[in-house]
Structures are given as structure tokens and as C-alpha cells.
């Protein structure tokens, strides 16, 4: 079974805006990773956070942890068409599970 | 360095054959996972290792076998293909899990007919 499920399912946005996909997930966990996949290609690191930390920035990402929740939220700021993907976040505890993933889409 | 890579890119397979999808990293990452993604059901993980000779189900680890004789490689052996096969299927590894993320291979596209 899937342990994250991200939300929403699809989000379309215009360019310069901000994008914020959620993730929420069921049990314990040593740390939640973002990945990025491009149609039809493989999927790429974006962030790790750990389960003792709360938020982290990467250039124009910006993750947060509520393991209170078991939440995580990835924003992405002054988006870009270039940042037109599926977004993953995969939580890790003995092995690394996948949600199910956003669509954004960035217009021009 | 070259990464994750994976072989073939694309395959098709009647029902019944068997095949191996290969993996190898050059990164000398212990840990290797491999995981099938179907349409809107992300990826889910079939079979991972910690280290040279140490393997592990995963989620669906039903039909397909693995081994791990190095550091290097991992692959992925479908026994006895069926038409529910039919996957995009990622090879990825790490080297420190608690505090670095996966690198993932581009992928293999197969078709059981």
C-alpha cells in the first residue's frame, strides 16, 4: 500500500506563481524526500528532510515537516514552465515508499 | 561517472518468457532498490538490497527474483512474464539513506503480450 498520498492530484498554475503540493503519510518515519519526474523519464532528488528538522530551503523550493500531522508541503516559488513535472514525495523508514504524485503544470 | 543505468530502455515479451532487466551504478552506492511505476498508482518497490548479497521484498515482490553478487549491479528477473508485468520499471540506489536520496535509472518500458 501506498504510505504517501499527495494532494492535490493535479495542480495547473500560471508562470511566476507559487506552487504548493502537499503530502501526508501514515507512520513513523526517519525522513520524507521530494523527487521530481519529467514525462516519461526517471525521477530525480530534490530535497530530504528529516524527521527531526522542520523546514529547508533549496533554491526556489522550500519544504516543510509536521511529523505532529505527518504532513509535508513542498513550495515552489516563482515557478517556471521548466518546472512542468510530476512531483513525488517518498517517505523512509527501513525502505523508501512513494505517494501516488502531482501533476503541476506551469502556463506560459 | 555514468550513474544508474539501465538496460534495455524498451522491451516487449510474450506471455511466459522469462527475462533479466539490468542495473548497475558506478557511484558505489550499498543500497539499490527497484520499483515498477503503473498509471496513477506511483511507483511502488518490488525488491531492494542493503549491500552485496543481502536482498529483500519489497511491496510487489510477487514474479520477479533478484540478486546482488556486487556493489555494482542488481538485477531484475521476471520468472515467467504475464500481461499484469506490463510496467515502467526504475532501478535506483543510494548511498547514505538517512541523509542523501536516490539516483534512478531512466527507466525500462516493458510490454507483456
Known amino acids: 500500500s501506498q504510505q504517501g498520498e499527495e494532494d492535490p492530484q493535479a495542480l495547473s498554475i500560471q508562470e511566476g506563481e507559487n506552487a504548493t503540493m502537499n503530502c501526508s503519510y501514515k507512520t513513523s518515519i526517519n525522513n520524507l524526500q521530494w523527487y521530481r519526474q519529467n514525462s516519461g523519464r526517471g525521477l530525480v532528488h530534490l530535497i530530504l528532510?528529516?524527521?527531526?528538522?522542520r523546514e529547508k530551503h533549496s533554491g526556489r523550493l522550500r519544504v516543510t515537516l509536521d511529523t505532529s500531522k505527518k504532513s509535508s508541503s513542498l513550495l515552489i516559488t516563482a515557478s517556471r514552465a521548466a518546472d512542468t513535472a510530476s512531483y513525488f514525495c517518498?517517505?523512509?523508514?527501513?525502505?523508501?515508499?512513494f505517494g501516488e504524485g502531482t501533476q503541476l503544470t506551469v502556463n506560459p | 561517472n555514468a550513474g544508474v543505468t539501465q538496460t534495455p530502455k524498451f522491451q516487449v515479451l510474450k506471455t511466459g518468457q522469462s527475462m533479466t532487466l539490468q542495473c548497475a551504478q558506478d557511484m558505489n552506492h550499498e543500497y539499490m532498490s527497484w520499483y515498477r511505476q503503473d498509471p496513477g498508482m506511483g511507483l511502488r518497490l518490488i525488491h531492494y538490497s542493503v549491500g552485496a548479497g543481502i536482498t529483500d521484498q519489497g511491496e510487489v515482490p510477487n514474479g520477479y527474483n533478484v540478486s546482488r553478487s556486487t556493489t555494482e549491479d542488481f538485477p531484475l528477473r521476471l520468472l515467467s512474464a504475464a500481461p499484469s508485468q506490463t510496467s515502467v520499471y526504475f532501478c535506483a540506489s543510494s548511498y547514505d539513506r538517512l541523509n542523501y536520496g536516490y539516483t534512478f535509472g531512466s527507466g525500462t518500458r516493458l510490454t507483456v503480450v
Open positions: 528532510i528529516r524527521s527531526n528538522e
Open positions: 517518498a517517505t523512509f523508514r527501513s525502505r523508501l515508499t
